[in-house]
């Protein structure tokens, strides 16, 4: 980042020296004036000593000028030879205003360095060759053709910053090359692979045999980030953050994010709209099919209106049980969409479960007191 070399700042005693041989005087003729021993004054002129407050005023009287003038002099002068005390205060707050940088440093994603390193830490780290060509530092746009693409506006410096480790970590894994065909193929197994909490950690081995990049980064704090599809070169990238650690939850963006694969979603741009609740993303059609084919995997919706309509207003406990019996999914994933029609966010809430744990134990994972190589 370019930082403004301040222009070199005299010392006042510089000022004295040019106001004494224009009025024509001498150092005895204001040491007289000032009543201050001859030595005293050559040490000010020469920048020994400091202007104190008497003294400002004391010349303000001889010069005729405000006792503030010199005040701000010796201040001025004071604040140059502080200012090159650590060079790196104003890197690292350019940085800060725009990005966690100490939570990055937190979780190892970069190293706490000087300004120079710093930089170029962070360049790396956003995979960019010119700092001007950095989002939200710059007028860099977000992405390529941004301005035919304002719905991606709504994605935050944050979520930025999440969805570049993402990068970062997957440009790491080794992968097949991407298979549509694969891809859908796999997706039964993928849904299989819902009914139980403990069937979950194989869904990333099977997007990886796919051809899909399955990386989980704990979200930022703040962020609301729950994941995003990410493209290299043509190969799709899942990140997951598990923020809601709600079984519902997971299944329901893991289809979201996998619909974006399938469509290509973002392809063009390098990752597709960010996956949170911040109200942003739903604008897009993108979305909105994402959203209604990952509840369409999860539960069909007419088999869905068909029980609503069967068992409202009041579905039991054994009616979700049995339903979900019957669709072969976890009653979570049930529970979570009779939720979001109903608006009703406790009900049996105790179907959905945790998932977290069991999903850590996956190899591709940063964060929750792990760490994986940085990248850089």
């Known amino acids: 980042m370019a930082y403004a070399t301040p222009p070199p700042v005299d010392h006042p005693g510089t000022f004295i020296k040019e106001e004494l041989e224009d009025r024509g005087w001498t150092q005895a ?14 040490k000010l002129i020469k ?26 002099l010796q201040q001025l002068y004071d604040l140059h030879r502080t200012r090159k005390a650590d060079p790196g205060v104003k890197a690292r707050a350019a940085w800060v205003s725009k990005f966690p940088v100490r939570e990055m440093i937190k979780r190892r994603w970069i190293e706490d360095a000087e300004p120079d390193l710093l930089d170029l ?13 950095i989002p939200f530092v710059s007028d860099a746009p977000l992405l390529a053709h941004a301005a035919r693409k304002q719905d991606y506006a709504g994605t935050t410096e944050l979520q930025y910053v999440w969805l570049n480790r993402v990068r970062k970590m997957a440009e790491q894994i080794e992968c097949p090359l991407y298979s549509e065909e694969a891809l859908r193929k796999n997706l039964p197994s993928i849904r299989e692979h819902m009914h139980l909490k403990d069937d979950l950690i194989h869904i990333p081995e099977i997007l990886h045999k796919s051809g899909v990049r399955f990386v989980l980064v704990e979200a930022l704090p703040g962020s609301k980030i729950d994941g995003v599809c990410v493209w290299l070169g043509g190969q799709p990238v899942i990140g997951m953050t598990l923020r809601l650690d709600r079984i519902d939850n997971f299944c329901f963006v893991l289809m979201h994010e996998i619909t974006h694969v399938l469509n290509g979603d973002g392809k063009e741009f390098s990752f597709a ?40 207003p009041f579905i039991s406990r054994d009616d979700v049980l049995s339903f979900a019996a019957r ?5 979570g ?40 190589p940085t990248g850089l």
């Open 29 to 42: 003729d204001l040491s007289y004036i000032l009543h201050m021993d001859v030595s005293q004054l050559n």
């Open 47 to 72: 920048g020994a000593t400091s202007i104190t407050p008497d003294t400002a005023v004391a010349l303000g009287d001889a010069f005729d000028m405000p006792a503030e003038f010199f005040l701000n």
């Open 121 to 133: 830490q962070m360049l790396r780290f956003f995979g960019k060759n010119r700092i001007e060509d």
């Open 273 to 312: 709209p960010v996956d949170s609740d911040t109200g942003n993303d739903v604008a897009m059609d993108c979305e909105k099919v994402a959203n209604d084919e990952a509840a369409e995997f999860c539960v069909p919706r007419a088999l869905m209106d068909s029980f609503i309509a069967r068992k409202s």
């Open 327 to 331: 669709l072969e999914i976890h009653p």
């Open 333 to 372: 994933v049930v529970v979570g969409q009779i939720q979001n029609r109903t608006k009703k966010w406790n009900w049996l809430r105790e179907y959905q479960i945790g998932i977290r744990e069991y999903l850590l134990e996956w190899k591709h994972k940063d964060g929750w007191g792990h760490f994986s």
